[in-house]
């Protein structure tokens, strides 16, 4: 069985990938909180990854995977985003990952064949109004993602995920009604946001060896909208 550790799993995408690892991998979850229907066999530590120093010894000696899940959706103005507003996205979405990757590198280096997933999204490809914080922050993401996977192979592999909206907590002032929801799914091509599922199991694939020929990838997961034109 692999060690799995998931920062910021408690609920939304991460829950959702805890619950399909969990029986097959030792997952732990370092998080904020402990979410109120936590799986058994599932290890739950207090984690702040704004703040905190992860406390090694409640880790295991190797980490197989490693996902990084907190991130910021902080969508306005370029003219009404301060530089403290970027200085937090960045904070939160790269330094806060940069941060704990070198606490748990020598975890990560006993495996033999470690898998890391970072979130992005598809604003960064795309460029969409009002995602300037945000995409500059996902960017930075994508570029160490890249330089960490040509840096550690072949023992390491890095792999990125770019979605679209999802349905979680994270968005849930951009999808708390149905008016919002169908607008939203009107504007990608299969016709629906997407669902913690969509993203839980492609992470899932790529901390599995059925990904094991797949590094420094941007994966695209969002109903189509960065490659399709239908309407």
């Keep these: 069985m692999k060690n799995i550790l998931l920062i910021g799993g408690s609920y939304g995408i991460g829950a959702s990938l805890a619950q399909i690892l969990a029986n097959d991998n030792h997952v732990t979850v370092a998080s904020r909180t402990k979410p109120d229907n936590a799986l058994d066999n599932v290890n739950y530590i207090t984690f702040d990854a704004s703040k905190d120093e992860i406390d090694l010894d409640l880790l295991p000696e190797t980490i ?12 306005r103005p370029f003219k009404g985003l301060s530089i403290d507003s970027f200085k937090q996205d960045f904070d939160i979405n ?9 606490s748990i590198l020598p975890k990560l280096n006993s495996s033999n064949s470690p898998s890391l997933v970072f979130l992005s999204t598809v604003a960064v490809s795309q460029g969409m109004p009002f995602h300037s914080s945000v995409a500059t922050a996902k960017a930075a993401i994508e570029g160490l993602a890249k330089s960490l996977a040509a840096e550690y192979a072949p023992k390491m592999r890095v792999n990125v995920i770019a979605p679209s909206i999802v349905d979680t907590p994270l968005a849930n002032r951009f999808l708390n009604n ?6 939203s ?11 913690k599922e969509d993203i839980a199991e492609m992470i899932s694939f790529l901390l599995s060896e059925k990904s094991s020929w797949m590094t420094g990838q941007i994966i695209s997961v969002d109903g189509g909208l960065s490659t399709l034109i239908t309407n």
């Design 185 to 195: 799914a009107e504007k990608h091509p299969l016709s629906r946001v997407g669902n």
């Design 94 to 102: 790269v330094l806060s990952l940069i941060k704990v990757l070198k």
């Design 178 to 183: 149905e008016a919002k929801i169908q607008k």
């Design 64 to 75: 197989d995977g490693f996902v990084y899940f907190p991130g910021s959706i902080n969508l």
